[in-house]
């Protein structure tokens, strides 16, 4: 059973444009919500993360939204440069309250190509 | 130089043929994962291991097996039972905390394995 769906599965932008990714979940106990962004060959690498607690986190160019009631979230990448090119995932977790194991539940990635 | 190696990179299989996956991490972190990753189904989580001689199974842990008989080390065995091994094999760790913090987890480089 899919519980973190991620659209689109592929984004191409140009260069300066703002990429838009979207993750829809379902369970209800997920409290914490990351980003991972990997490289081709490369292990993915935590970019930002939110509570469901906050609408909006900004960190540089990153900016995650979240909706609770619709249990909705995104990440928006502003000025996309050709270097932010990779796979990014939405993940969900139920480890932010009281259990010290984060386990995660990835979404299906989405493939971003920035165009010089 | 702190991180996670896995070895080897590319490893390639001949049907009914076990073989076995090496994670090591000199992050001195409790929690290690391993996870699959195949095209358009992000990561799914196949063991993880919260301390030396445990460890869990994960959503899709049949034709798998690990051991973890040191802190830094978490081998993963795909065993002819797999029926499809063929995939990219990420192993991740974390710190065990207490509840209130998103213990982030912390990917290797990957090992793909093509079974001929």
């Known amino acids: 059973q899919q519980q973190v769906k991620q659209s689109p599965q592929s984004l191409i932008v140009q260069k300066g444009g703002i990429s838009i990714i979207n993750c829809a979940y379902e369970?209800?106990?997920?409290?914490?919500f990351p980003w991972y962004q990997q490289f081709p060959g490369k292990g993915p690498a935590l970019l930002i993360a939110?509570?469901?607690?906050?609408s909006e986190k900004k960190e540089g160019r990153f900016t995650i939204s979240f909706n609770k009631s619709a249990k909705q979230f995104s990440l928006h990448i502003m000025d996309s440069q050709p270097g932010d090119s990779a796979t990014y995932f939405c993940?969900?977790?139920?480890?932010?309250?009281?259990?010290?194991?984060?386990?995660?539940?990835f979404g299906q990635g989405t493939i971003l190509t920035v165009h010089p | 130089d702190g991180g996670i190696t896995q070895s080897p990179k590319y490893l390639f299989r001949k049907e009914g043929q076990n073989v076995t996956l090496s994670c090591e991490q000199n992050?001195?972190?409790?929690?290690m994962y391993w996870y699959r990753q195949d095209p358009g189904q992000g990561l799914r989580l196949i063991y993880y291991?919260?301390?030396?001689?445990?460890?869990q199974k994960g959503d899709i842990a049949e034709g798998y097996s690990v051991s973890r008989e040191k802190k830094e080390s978490f081998p993963l065995t795909v065993t002819s039972a797999q029926k499809n091994p063929t995939a990219f094999y990420l192993c991740?760790?974390?710190?065990?905390?207490?509840?209130?913090?998103?213990?982030?987890?912390?990917f290797g480089p990957g090992t793909r394995l093509t079974v001929l």
């Open positions: 991740a760790s974390s710190i065990v905390g207490t509840g209130g913090s998103y213990n982030e987890q912390f």
């Open positions: 369970n209800t106990a997920f409290d914490y």
């Open positions: 939110i509570r469901p607690d906050v």
């Open positions: 993940a969900a977790t139920s480890g932010y309250r009281g259990t010290s194991y984060g386990k995660l539940t």
């Open positions: 992050l001195n972190h409790d929690a």
């Open positions: 291991s919260q301390i030396v001689n445990d460890f």
